[in-house]
């Protein structure tokens, strides 16, 4: 423990000493938190290799042709590999979205192979598994993540030259959430824990508070804009599965979704076994489980704005509150939601990268 609160007090003063400022014209939370979307990323990775990561089917044991699709990147030099990375999107994203890859090529070019992770339903990967993700999916990220080490073990060992590589986890947003549940669920042996270090920026630790934040008026474009990519992937879905092709039913019911709260109430929170809207609120938010279960979580960083219009930063202060040592939180005036754009570029992303490196 007293290395974690060394490495802790350290990258607090790394922090402290390079503070968040943002930078014009992305002035403000809202411009902050819109930024990714009005910069197109025409860099392509070069050497992505496309991975099939078996998962089974949602509340069962049974494995029935599910998969998550997943892109790996390694760095130029092998020998000095410092780890691998697996990084996770947030509501309505998918490894295309320009923050994902942004982050990626950077550990990449410092030393790190990454893995980036579409969840159950997302972006390419839509076609490869029935369902959609949930905050709580643990059981996809933790196959996911078991099939990857073997799969390291095995294509990678000569290669690498190197035993027993640290995996680090980064989820950007809702990303942050999933991972850390998957953490908190992982059946531990002898003491293992999933992963060997997590970040977290921007992650909703309660959802409940952040439903009720995006329901506010001033929030009702961006409620609209992440509903409109939640029902076209539900769409997507059942299209695939046959269920919608002739059930007007199910089309006027997705039709008629109105907020990101019904849309939990009527379609996650049922496909994930979760008693209703409230049940899959409670039991998807880390907050309520983390001290409890806090030796199941590896040294974990997490970034948010103070001034982030979608999700409140307050349960991420009370983590900082209860001085957990394996814990490093660091809350910013300013960045909005996944933002942090400052004159060097993106301020999380590089805070994320010097994490690693001094875990």
């Not at 949602?58 to 029935?64: D, M, P, R």
């Not at 590999?81 to 320009?98: A, D, Q, Y």
């Not at 893995?115 to 839509?126: M, Y």
């Amino acid at each position: 423990m007293g290395r974690n609160n060394s490495i802790s007090s350290c990258f607090s003063d790394y922090l402290n000493n390079n503070p968040f400022r943002e930078v014009f014209p992305w002035i403000g939370g809202d411009l902050q938190t819109l930024r990714d979307t009005f910069v197109f990323d025409f860099v392509k990775s070069k050497k992505n290799k496309k991975l099939l990561l078996p998962i089974n089917k949602i509340l069962s044991e049974n494995f029935e042709s599910d998969y998550l699709l997943g892109f790996l990147e390694l760095p130029e030099n092998l020998n000095s590999i410092k780890g691998f990375v697996l990084i996770t999107h947030g509501l309505g994203g998918s490894t295309k979205r320009f923050g994902l890859r942004r982050i990626s090529r950077k550990l990449v070019k410092n030393g790190f192979g990454v893995l980036k992770l579409n969840l159950r339903g997302a972006g390419a990967a839509r076609y490869l598994a029935k369902g959609n993700y949930s905050a709580r999916c643990s059981s996809d990220i933790i196959s996911a993540i078991k099939y990857f080490k073997k799969l390291i073990d095995l294509e990678f060992r000569d290669l690498l030259k190197i035993d027993n590589l640290p995996i680090y986890g980064v989820g950007l947003s809702l990303g942050g959430t999933i991972l850390l549940n998957a953490c908190l669920d992982y059946d531990e042996n002898n003491g293992e824990i999933l992963l060997d270090g997590l970040a977290c920026v921007s992650s909703p630790l309660d959802l409940s508070s952040c439903s009720l934040c995006i329901e506010k008026p001033r929030n009702s474009v961006y409620q609209k804009w992440l509903l409109h990519r939640l029902k076209n992937q539900l769409w997507d879905g059942y299209n695939d599965e046959g269920k919608i092709l002739n059930n007007e039913k199910l089309r006027k019911k997705i039709r008629s979704l109105k907020s990101i709260r019904e849309f939990d109430q009527k379609f996650t929170a049922p496909s994930w076994g979760f008693n209703s809207l409230e049940d899959y609120y409670v039991k998807a938010s880390p907050i309520f489980r983390i001290q409890k279960l806090i030796k199941k979580l590896p040294p974990t960083l997490f970034i948010h704005a103070k001034d982030d219009p979608w999700v409140p930063y307050k349960a991420t202060l009370n983590l900082r509150k209860e001085s957990i040592n394996k814990f490093t939180v660091f809350i910013t005036k300013k960045g909005g939601h996944n933002g942090f754009h400052s004159i060097n570029g993106c301020w999380s992303d590089e805070a994320v990268k010097n994490w690693f490196m001094s875990i």
